[in-house]
């Protein structure tokens, strides 16, 4: 009985030995590389297989076309010396092998960042050695010299060609290297007491995140801000604030498919003591995507927020709010302070229409004016109750406040307008604060608000016309690689919200990104999916490549007439008489409360002046020509051609006539 319990013991201390081996010692071996990355990283990229994924990127269709980009060249200059120093040495290859390599990216100043490469070399690296071994290799336009940083050699590696100087050192089984020796420096004298590698948040992505891809990339979220200021980009929204400060780690294992498409699955975990929309989105359960079903062909970004039910997400998020006495006091005062003032119940006339999914639209800011190319849209339960509770919602702002407002019809779709401070931004949170002067309207099972008429007008023409994103083969096709339920799915249309995405930069990386636009538009489709799993994220990213000069369908012009109310300075048509035809120009009044509508030529002159009367042409039109000689003339009566409309030359000779 003695021995077979010895045997027992054995064997089980053997199986702990086993499982102490491959969940603590091999872990902290796989980490030891990562060790040596200074605790600043932005975001980190590794591969376990460099020479072989090397290859396969530099024969893949994305990379070859953006190397024909000066920009991307330059930008890449660091890969290139390296692809020339090493990856063009069999030896040094064979020495590399099939071990993991990193690379890191740090702001080094308050406009500048740069990389941090680390390179395993397993039971091969030794400093002599290496030495040795570099200058062998080593072409004549390089000049190696040696310094020592904390009783570490670190080489000098400067190439005449390009002035630059690469620091390497060796440190255990690493080889260490950059283009900015404060990150060498950096790595060597945190090596004893690593912060990222040890952190118990990465520690969790970094368990989670799969091996099996080209290369896994991590994003540390606590240096995003700086980040995004060494980038030159302007966080006007405070969203990257936010993300810096509810985020911790995202860990994506990516693949390079078919040499056009990347694909990317992960995990991201939150900060679960921010009270944040993030965390209650978590909590809500996951909700369908069909607000694409009336979103615009021409949809530059398209952010879905999905949940059980809205009343689950609400709850969750006043369940957060909780846990800060003040917070919770705040908000809820907010809420009593609106339902007082308009006399009304929040959870009847509005939480309680609000299916599964909310989402915010982008459009092309060229085509519609800054502010005015947004609109958020609600999907409803029963779109009749919602349209029941938001007029309700109206007449008590009416009723309560100076605001007069009377509904508009346009194609038999009612245009309201609902101005309630704060009203947006308490549902749903900073990101909707843009939405200052919605107007709304209800198409099919949605409720729509933008800041501008037109905008709604632009969408109401679109859906009408069954010209919608979820009508787009291409979207179709993209959309495949996303599962159906979720909390968070991004979807960027490059091609249409590059100018939008450029404006947030300023300086040199302005300028940069706009002489560059073909190069990084192909990149047309970008998507984006959070998923709650566990107390993380699951996230899905897929990034699908297509050469510019086969992108017709992007390049086509929106033939949406804005109506803008300055027109370029043209050459007048000289008509004749028998070839005149009178055509009525389209007229969308950008206040709806206004009593006239007049639009002008860049020179100052009247093109175009009408009455309106609750926001429709009433009255007597006239247009100009660019010299304020009467162009045509007519009546309105309740947006409709009356009686009889003529049109005339520049000298003032009737052309023709037509009777309404």
């Known amino acids: 009985m003695k021995k077979a319990i010895y045997i027992f013991l054995g064997v089980l201390l053997i199986l702990m030995a086993v499982l102490i081996y491959k969940f603590y010692w091999q872990e902290q071996r796989n980490l030891k590389a990562l060790y040596l990355v200074p605790k600043d990283a932005v975001y980190i990229l590794q591969t376990d297989d460099p020479v072989k994924h090397w290859e396969d990127i530099k024969k ?32 040094f290859l064979d020495m590399i092998g099939a071990k993991r390599v990193l690379v890191s990216a740090h702001v080094i100043s308050r406009r500048d960042f740069d990389h941090l490469y680390v390179v395993n070399l397993g039971q091969t690296a030794k400093f002599t050695d290496f030495k040795t071994l570099l200058k062998k290799i080593i072409s004549n336009h390089f000049e190696l010299t040696e310094r020592r940083y904390s009783d570490v050699d670190i080489l000098e590696l400067y190439d005449e060609k390009t002035r630059e100087t690469l620091y390497l050192s060796v440190i255990d089984d690493n080889l260490i290297l950059s283009y900015t020796a404060q990150l060498v420096e950096a790595a060597i004298a945190q090596h004893h007491e690593p912060v990222i590698g040890r952190d118990l948040n990465f520690i969790a992505i970094n368990k989670h995140t799969s ?77 369908t995507r069909s607000i694409e079903k009336i979103a615009p062909l021409r949809t530059a970004a398209y952010v879905s927020f999905g949940f059980s039910s809205y009343q689950k997400f609400y709850d969750a998020y006043l369940d957060l709010q909780a846990k800060d006495p003040a917070t919770y006091k705040s908000f809820m005062s907010n809420q009593k302070d609106i339902e007082e003032r308009l006399d009304i119940d929040l959870k009847k006339h509005v939480i309680d229409w609000i299916d599964d999914e909310v989402a915010l639209l982008k459009f092309e800011a060229k085509s519609f004016g800054h502010g005015n190319d947004f609109a958020l849209v609600i999907k409803t339960k029963n779109s009749k109750i919602a349209t029941k509770q938001l007029g309700f919602i109206a007449d008590q702002v009416r009723k309560k406040t100076p605001l007069k407002f009377k509904s508009v019809t346009y194609k038999n779709y009612a245009i309201n307008y609902l101005s309630i401070k704060g009203f947006f931004k308490f549902f749903f949170g900073g990101i909707f604060k843009k939405f200052t002067h919605p107007y709304y309207s209800v198409i099919d099972d949605y409720v729509v608000f933008t800041n501008h008429p037109n905008t709604l007008k632009y969408i109401i023409n679109n859906y009408l016309d069954k010209n919608t994103l979820s009508r787009s083969d291409s979207y179709s096709r993209f959309k495949k690689q996303f599962e159906k339920r979720s909390n968070v799915f991004v979807y960027v249309n490059t091609p249409l919200f590059y100018d939008s995405f450029v404006d947030n930069f300023s300086g040199q990386t302005k300028q940069d990104l706009r002489d560059n636009e073909d190069y990084f538009s192909s990149f047309t489709h970008l998507g984006i999916q959070l998923l709650p799993q566990d107390k993380l994220f699951k996230n899905i990213l897929a990034v699908k490549y297509e050469p510019w000069e086969t992108m017709d369908a992007y390049k086509a012009k929106d033939d949406w007439n804005n109506n803008e109310e300055k027109h370029p300075e043209v050459e007048p048509v000289d008509f004749k008489a028998q070839d005149a035809v009178l055509v009525i120009p389209e007229i969308n009044p950008n206040d709806l409360n206004a009593k006239v509508y007049k639009s002008t030529y860049l020179n100052g002159n009247v093109h175009i002046k009408v009455p309106l009367k609750d926001g429709k042409k009433h009255g007597r039109f006239k247009a100009y020509y660019q010299d304020g000689t009467l162009k045509m003339k007519g009546r309105f009566k309740n947006d409709l051609p009356v009686g009889t409309w003529r049109l005339y030359n520049e000298q003032g000779k009737l052309l023709t006539k037509k009777k309404f």
Do not use: P
Not at 236 to 262: H, V
């Open 211 to 287: 091996h099996k891809g080209m290369l896994r990339f991590f994003v540390q979220y606590k240096y995003w801000d700086e980040f995004a200021g060494a980038l030159g980009y302007n966080d006007d929204s405070g969203l990257i604030q936010s993300l810096s400060e509810t985020l911790y780690f995202t860990g994506l294992d990516a693949n390079l498919r078919k040499g056009k498409e990347i694909k990317a699955t992960g995990f991201t975990n939150i900060n679960d003591t921010d009270l944040s929309y993030l965390l209650s989105l978590q909590k809500a359960g996951t909700g």
């Open 60 to 91: 893949s269709d994305v990379w070859k076309h953006l190397n024909t980009n000066t920009y991307f060249q330059n930008i890449t200059s660091g890969t290139h010396t390296l692809d020339t120093l090493i990856n063009d040495n069999r030896t």
